[in-house]
């Protein structure tokens, strides 16, 4: 089994970082029981996190990337310190995603055998 970490730092609109982490996140996942996933969202990226985004037609939906995700057992941890600095209360975030700590990031980053970082 591969262990891969996947750190976050940009916001989920603006740039297209989230986007493509979260785009190699889903395709990683269509492996199966061979990848273990996990998601660090630091800085402004915490906010990939927040439930509710509506974004124009046509364009692509973070909160939709982190859902698939998500239903496909990938683990994403927010940056408490992060989701404070911008406002977030963990009643906002996305189900299966979770408030989390640079302690948590720590042991994920031990933990992974490939760490992606976006």
């Not at 591969?2 to 493509?20: C, F, H, Q, S, W």
């Not at 509506?54 to 310190?81: D, F, Q």
């Amino acid at each position: 089994m591969t262990k891969v970490l996947i750190t976050v730092n940009d916001p989920p609109y603006g740039t297209e970082r989230a986007y493509n982490a979260l785009r190699l996140a889903a395709n990683l996942l269509k492996n199966g029981p061979t990848v273990e996933l996990r998601i660090f969202l630091v800085g402004d990226a915490a906010a990939c996190a927040k439930a509710g985004q509506s974004v124009p037609k046509g364009y692509y939906n973070i909160e939709t990337m982190v859902k698939a995700v998500v239903l496909r057992n990938g683990v994403i941890g927010v940056c408490g310190t992060c989701m404070e600095a911008r406002g977030i209360k963990d009643a906002e975030l996305i189900a299966g995603t979770r408030r989390s700590s640079l302690d948590e990031w720590t042991e994920w980053t031990l933990w992974a055998d490939k760490t992606p970082v976006f």
